[in-house]
């Protein structure tokens, strides 16, 4: 692909063609038009030639493939960040390996106050357990060392970082040799981010921005929180995305609504909503997603609730009165109950109608009932969800399995009956816990481990660009058609396909008179697309080698 690597003035004509467009105002599209930011025209490389002269550059895609860009719907963006740039232990295979690899990230970083970690998962070790305090202060060499596991709902830590916490051993969650959950958690977190420096805070989310343009991301939204990060994290992200070429920044700050003086509070943060990580209950790999009967494998638990059905709808229907968007976390059954019933008891006060208009949002959505989505539908809530979770714990031998039993685990993360039922989707990734990976996602999706919940590569497709413009109130981007947002990314990748769940569908598709335009063929084994080049209003935010 031939193109400028300096950013692109929003301001500048520019003609793309020679490839494929994905539109579905035309889906043979060869040829498009960015004019002031937007999308100007899509259509054939004859028709092409009218605007040839009346642009200010002519990008010859050299076959390539353009899409819309896409949005993750869940992202910690600081976390990712230091993801990158720290220590990574989802390549861990055991304990010893892990535990070798702190040593070493803390020979490496002498300096560094607190030792900063993620992504541990000891279902994937041969131990089958998580690291010992006596083992965790060894290879640290006494410092303060902070490691949550790959779902960030419990974590381990050294002796050192808990004298940072005075009266940590009193706090519910507090395990003297076992992973910390619930109050411990959140306050030995705040006490290891409060040692991340303002330059460490802005290295680590302009690599998360960069890392994510590269993928072919214009978009994420931010899921910041009390519980979660701080307020200088999330105004200083806003800011810096705000400041500088790269993805939007779209951002939910989860605390609770209880008046309008609280919803301007949350307007004068920046924030989109109060949603994204407002916690119903936790995670399955902790133990802590809060659950109708209890756990396969811990059966005196199940789970943590830390909102009921009253806590919901006071928070939905004062946000619903505010005209702001809220949202919750949930993943078990128990805690998606409360949810609906919580959402059910909002709409009686504030009225169904005025409940559905403002698309108020469920982060995660795994352990859904046919009620619970019904409810969903009726509602209106989108699902904001995560395909790379299924990919990563799901299947008969996976960890879902191993917490709630193979039976239970197969209801797990329903898309195809979601869409059946009307609930809008918006796919993300929830990075750091599993990685920014788009294509992933929507491969993730189109095969399910659980072959009756698959959905149709462009249904997940769409779920992942125009989804995540839905999930926050637009309708008119997500999509290269004439006026949408010029948001779009450039792939080499090989010969297009229509995959469908069901053959039939496939094979119809592909017929020229289906009218359905191709994707890249996603079956699992096969590269995935390479990223040449991803806009963004009409600016260059990543430009590939080849690009």
């Known amino acids: 692909m031939t193109e400028s690597t300096a950013p692109q003035s929003e301001h500048r004509t520019v003609l793309l063609r020679g490839g494929e467009v994905h539109s579905p105002a035309d889906p043979f599209a060869t040829a498009m038009v960015v004019e002031k930011g937007h999308v100007a025209w899509v259509g054939s490389e004859g028709a092409a030639d009218a605007f040839a002269s009346g642009v200010d550059e002519v990008i010859d895609l050299e076959g390539a493939l353009v899409t819309p860009a896409f949005t993750d719907a869940h992202v910690h963006t600081t976390s990712t960040g230091l993801a990158l740039t720290g220590l990574d232990l989802s390549r861990a295979a055991s304990l010893a390996q892990a535990l070798r690899l702190v040593r070493e990230h803390g020979a490496a970083h002498p300096a560094d106050q607190v030792l900063l970690g993620h992504g541990w998962d000891a279902t994937r070790w041969p131990e089958q357990r998580p690291p010992s305090r006596a083992e965790l202060d060894e290879a640290a060499g006494g410092r303060a060392l902070y490691l949550p596991r ?3 709902h419990s974590a381990v830590v050294t002796t050192a970082l808990l004298d940072l916490v ?4 009193t706090l519910a969650g507090y395990h003297p040799d076992a992973p910390l959950t619930a109050a411990a958690h959140h306050a030995v977190r705040a006490a290891a981010h409060a040692a991340v420096t303002p330059a460490q805070r802005t290295a680590a989310q302009r690599a998360a921005l960069a890392h994510a343009a590269s993928l072919g991301i214009g978009t994420v939204h931010e899921c910041g929180g009390p519980q979660i990060s701080d307020e200088d994290d999330f105004t200083s992200l806003l800011a810096l995305a705000a400041a500088q070429p790269g993805p939007r920044v779209v951002g939910y700050w989860a605390e609770q609504v209880a008046d309008e003086k609280d919803a301007t509070r949350i307007r004068e943060l920046g924030a989109a909503g109060a949603a994204g990580d407002l916690f119903v209950d936790g995670s399955l790999g902790s133990h802590t997603a809060c659950l109708h009967a209890p756990y396969t494998d811990a059966p005196g638990t199940s789970g943590s609730a830390h909102l009921d059905a009253a806590a919901v709808a006071a928070h939905v229907a004062a946000c619903t009165e505010a005209g702001l968007q809220a949202g919750f976390h949930a993943i078990g059954d128990a805690a998606l109950s409360a949810v609906v019933d919580g959402v059910r008891t909002a709409a009686e006060r504030v009225g169904l109608a005025r409940v559905r208009a403002a698309r108020h949002r469920i982060e995660h959505a795994e352990m859904l009932t046919p009620e619970t989505i019904a409810a969903f539908a009726e509602f209106g809530l989108t699902a904001s969800v995560q395909p790379a979770f299924d990919a990563a714990w799901g299947g008969d031998d996976g960890m879902y399995a191993q917490r709630l039993g193979a039976d239970r685990a197969r209801t797990l993360n329903p898309y ?3 869409l059946r039922a009307g609930v809008p989707l918006a ?15 929507v ?8 072959p009756e919940h698959r959905i149709s590569a462009r249904a997940a497709f769409t779920a992942h660009t125009r989804g995540g413009w ?3 109130g637009r309708d008119d981007a997500g999509v290269l ?3 949408a947002p010029a948001d779009y990314a450039v792939w080499r990748t090989e010969e297009l396909v229509v995959q469908a769940p069901d053959d039939r569908v496939a094979r ?3 017929d020229p008179r289906s009218g359905t335009p191709g994707l890249p063929d996603l079956s699992p084994g096969r590269e995935l697309p390479v990223c040449l080049g991803t806009v963004v209003a009409g600016r260059t935010v990543f430009a590939g080698p080849n690009g």
């Not at 816990?433 to 996602?441: A, Q, R, Y």
């Not at 491969?443 to 659980?450: D, L």
Request: hydrophobic share 40%; glycine share 10%.
């Open 443 to 450: 491969r993730a999706a189109a095969f399910h481990r659980t």
């Open 508 to 510: 119809w598709s592909t």
């Open 166 to 169: 005075p009266g940590v051993t």
């Open 427 to 441: 796919f993300g990734s929830d990075s750091p816990v599993t990685p920014l990976d788009p294509w992933g996602t």
């Open 481 to 483: 058609v004439p006026g």
């Open 150 to 152: 790959v779902d960030v």
């Open 416 to 418: 195809a009956t979601l």
């Open 470 to 472: 839905r999930a926050v």
